[in-house]
Each structure stands twice: as C-alpha cells, then as structure tokens.
C-alpha cells in the first residue's frame, strides 16, 4: 500500500511501505496543501493512542522537538518529541536506501522498525507512547542511551 503524505518545512513526497514505515525525499514537487495547514492539525492521539500511529498524519509533528541526536556511520538518527501527544518517534537523516532504524521504549515493548526504501536518504518512523531518556533511536551502527 502506498500513501503520499507531505513533510512541513520540505518539499517532500512520504510514501507508506509495507509494515507501515515512512520515508520522504528532498526532490519531488512541492505540495498543494499550505505547510501552515499541515503543522497546525489537531493532534488526534495522546500516549499509547499514538503507537503505530503516523506523526504528521495524527497531528502531533507541529509542536515535535528533538530528545538527542545521534550521528552514525549510516546517517543522522534524531529521537523526535511530541509533548502535545506524549509520544516519539525516530527520523534519519543523510542516509542511504536499505538503512535499518529504529524507536524503542527501554523499559517496555514498544519499538518501531524501518528500512530507508529505494531512492531515498531519509525516513521517519510512526510513534511510540512517551518520550524522555526512557526512549532510545538507533540503526545498525550504533544507538542512543537508555
């Protein structure tokens, strides 16, 4: 299944891959649909209401703050921060296709997983519940704290 989706801020196409990740690319055509919309949608989750959920898509990207940022070998992994939804989630930045990533509660069994797909360089995955030093990011070459 593949879905257009927009990144506020970029001119980018996101599109859902099977198991439900998300990536978007810095080179297709800008989007019909005003940036201010799409940073001002009402969030529609909180807390475990948002896992698995799309960030941009739930509203909860608008008031999104990064935790850390983590630099590896494969790319720049951001632990990205909603307050507003009490909800995380892993964006990669100047990486390559077929870069594995991840989110990950560190007490618990909530994670998200993704592969940077074909013809990309960065991705973000859907949300967990909560944030703080309990979440971690990381792909195969290393990984934040917990």
């Known amino acids: ?5 927009w990144i ?5 196409t996101a599109v859902l891959l099977t198991g439900g ?4 690319a810095d080179t297709s ?3 019909t649909v005003s940036t201010a919309h799409a940073t001002t949608t009402a969030a529609s989750c909180n807390g475990n209401n948002c896992n698995g959920r799309d960030p941009i898509q739930a509203g909860c990207s608008g008031d999104a703050v990064t ?4 630099g590896t070998s494969v790319g720049t992994l951001e632990h990205r921060y909603s307050r507003t939804c ?3 989630w892993a964006r990669i930045t100047n990486s390559r296709a077929g870069t594995w990533f991840y989110v990950q509660g560190c007490y618990n069994s909530y994670v998200q997983t993704y592969n940077v797909p074909p013809g990309y360089n ?3 995955t859907n949300m967990i519940p909560g944030g703080g030093p309990t979440i ?3 792909d195969l070459a290393g990984h934040g704290p917990c």
């Open 1 to 5: 299944m593949h879905t257009k989706r």
């Open 8 to 12: 506020p801020g970029l001119a980018a």
């Open 21 to 24: 990740g998300t990536a978007f």
């Open 29 to 31: 055509t800008p989007p």
């Open 67 to 70: 935790q850390y940022t983590l």
């Open 86 to 88: 009490n909800a995380s």
């Open 122 to 124: 960065n991705a973000y």
């Open 136 to 138: 971690r990011v990381g």
